[in-house]
Every structure is written in C-alpha cells, then in structure tokens.
C-alpha cells in the first residue's frame, strides 16, 4: 500500500492504549463482554468502495480509520492522545525532527492544555504539517521513478 506502518496489513488487534492480550489469558474485552478490536486492514478490506481504490484512497482511509479507532464516543481525541498516536504511527515521519522550530511548535500545541480534544480536520491537518516538514518528504522527493 503506501508503506506507512498502518497501511501493512497486521494479525494483531489495533489498540493504542492496551498491549495485545496474551494468548493464555482472557482478554479484559472479552472479560467486560466488549467487543474486540479488528485490524485496520480487517476494516480497509470491509470498505467496498476501496476494492479499487488507490494507494493513496486507501491512506487517507487508514488514517481516517486510525484515528476513529482511537476517538471517544464523540468523536474526538484528546491532545495527549493525539501526540502518543502521532509518534506510534508516524514514527518514520517525525524521526529526528525533534531540534526543528516548526516540529517544537507543533508537539508543544498538543502539549498545551492535553485534555483539551481535537476533531478529524484537525488531525489530518497536523499529520499534513508534519509530513511536510520531514526529512522524509525531501527523501520521498529525492526517489527516482522508472517508467
């Protein structure tokens, strides 16, 4: 697909905030009658509309879907889960960014008032910011491409 963490295809369940329960152990989803969580690429391949859909559809549907995965029930995420999601998922993006002034400001917005919550918009904003002021995006540039 696109090559970002989220877009290979996992045999775990996606959870930002719990480890993987151990196969011996009973899941504390199961135990609490919950349903269990299904991979992103489970949900991908559920989405009719992107059985031919491009690599870069079905991106921004991971991202969307990441980020549902992770919202409360209305919708939102808080600022301090914002920034943990960021650095789990897009890790290879803000890999050594931590010394640029734009990366600062940017993480410190997510830093100041961490309960404070953000909407999809938003996110897909900040992710756009980020991506356009990594290293990654002038290698991603630098690529030569064959016909």
Do not use: W
């Not at 996992?10 to 504390?28: C, D, G, I, M, V």
């Not at 991979?39 to 870069?56: M, R, T, V």
């Not at 961490?114 to 002021?133: A, G, Q």
Request: glycine fraction near 4%; charged fraction near 25%.
């Amino acid at each position: 697909m696109c090559g970002c963490r989220v877009s290979v295809p996992s045999t775990k369940p996606y959870s930002l905030h719990r480890p993987a329960p151990a196969s011996t152990k009973k899941s504390p989803l199961a135990a609490a009658g919950m349903p269990k969580r299904v991979p992103i690429a489970k949900q991908l391949a559920s989405i009719k509309a992107l059985a031919k859909g491009s690599d870069l559809e079905k991106a921004f549907a991971t991202a969307a879907l990441v980020y549902n995965n992770s919202t409360d029930p209305k919708g939102k995420l808080s600022k301090a889960e914002t920034k943990s999601l960021v650095q789990a998922q897009f890790g290879a993006f803000i890999q050594g960014q931590e010394n640029k002034p734009k990366y600062q400001e940017i993480i410190s917005a997510l830093d100041e008032q961490s309960e404070n919550k953000i909407d999809f918009e938003d996110f897909m904003i900040l992710l756009v910011s980020l991506t356009l002021m990594s290293d990654l995006l002038q290698e991603i540039r630098n690529v030569k491409t064959t016909k």
